[in-house]
Structure formats: C-alpha cells, structure tokens
Nanobody, 119 residues
C-alpha cells in the first residue's frame, strides 16, 4: 500500500506561481513513475505531467509545457510541481498518482489539493 499526500495549493493571481508537493509513504515503496493530474469543476480529469522515478525523465501536457516543472526528491520520496505564469484556466483540484509498473496505469492516488487562479 502506498499513501500519497499533496500540499501547496491555494489562491494566486494570474501570472503568479505555486509549488505543489506530493509525499509518498508506505511499508514498501517502489515506483515506475509519478504523475500530476487535475480536474476542474464540470470537466474530466486531465494529465498534467509525469516523471519516471529512476531516470528522472519528464513529460508534460501541451497546455502546461514551458510553465510547469515536475521534479522529484528520491530520499524524501516526494514529487514537486512548480507552476509558473499561472492562468485562470489552471484552476482545478490537482492530484498526484503513482504508477508501480510501466504500461499499467496509475495505481494509487492522493486526495488532491485545490489551486485557484484569479484573473
């Protein structure tokens, strides 16, 4: 079992920045990748970014490329999402998730942290 706890959400003006954190814990922990997703009211959940745990390689949705940066800190088992140049359309509940193996989707999800960007 893996537990994920997100933090760092809040209210920010357009053009501002926030950094989200996702701390992972559990009796045993190994993962293939961790990702960030978001869901706005009335919309489906969408992929934001992911990072492969061993290599550190990253991948981003086109909508956030160049503005968001995903990173990890292995010792702390924590993944970060640095969000810059925020736009009102970035307003959503942001979730982190962990994939234990390649090609099988995400296995565990956090509870989410709310990000609100005012215009």
């Amino acid at each position: 079992q893996v537990q994920l706890v997100e933090s760092g959400g809040g209210l920010v003006q357009a053009g501002g920045s926030l950094r989200l954190s996702c701390a992972a814990s559990g009796r045993t922990f190994s993962s293939y990748a961790m990702g960030w997703f978001r869901q706005a009211p009335g919309k489906e959940r969408e992929f934001v970014a992911r990072i492969r745990w061993s290599s550190g390689s990253t991948y981003y949705a086109d909508s956030v490329k160049g503005r968001f940066t995903i990173s990890r800190e292995n010792v702390k088992k924590t993944v970060y999402l640095q969000m810059n140049s925020l736009k009102p359309e970035d307003t959503a509940n942001y979730y982190c998730a962990v994939a234990l193996a390649a090609g099988k989707g995400y296995d565990y999800w956090g509870q989410g942290t709310q990000v609100t960007v005012s215009s």
